[in-house]
């Protein structure tokens, strides 16, 4: 199944292909994100008495097998956020912004951009990458200028 669940007033509930063209796209995951899934699905599966091969449907659904609606993901953030002692400040929007910080730190931003499903780097950039606190890679970067000049050295300051 592939989509994203809205609902809204004119249409109620329904599944859309999302925002983008980009919206509709591979994801590669992190290995250790792959061995909790392929966890949870072990779990659900047992939990229903079938082989994880044979476990169909939504990866995270309500407690009938259907759709979550935003008020009860909502709620269960809220509990995760308890249960690992984080504060109001940890939401969906902070965790992304996260992602595409610490991607960007390591790697080229059009990564993270792919990640996230923005059509423009510059979107990854200027809303999701928080640059509050400078680093020091770039100065690190800019040490090959200095080249041979040392304190004392002929030229040096």
């Given at each position: 199944m592939e989509g994203n669940f809205v609902r809204t007033k004119a249409d109620g509930a329904k599944i859309n292909d999302g925002k983008s063209e980009n919206?509709?796209?591979?994801?590669?995951?992190?290995?250790?994100?792959?061995?909790?899934?392929?966890?949870?699905r072990a779990r659900v599966a047992a939990q229903r008495g079938i082989a994880p091969d044979a476990l169909t449907g939504w990866i995270f659904p309500n407690s009938k097998g259907g759709l979550r609606e935003a008020s009860n993901l909502r709620r269960d953030w809220r509990a995760f956020r308890v249960r690992h002692g984080l504060g109001d400040w940890f939401t969906p929007r902070t965790f992304r912004r996260t992602v595409a910080t610490v991607l960007t730190d390591a790697l080229p931003a059009r990564y993270a951009s792919d990640l996230l499903g923005h059509s423009r780097v510059s979107q990854t950039t200027d809303t999701y990458v928080g640059r509050k606190a400078p680093s020091r890679r770039a100065a690190e970067v800019l040490e090959v200028l200095g080249g041979d000049l040392k304190e004392g050295s002929k030229g040096a300051p």
């Open positions: 919206a509709q796209r591979d994801v590669v995951l992190a290995d250790w994100l792959v061995t909790m899934l392929l966890n949870r």
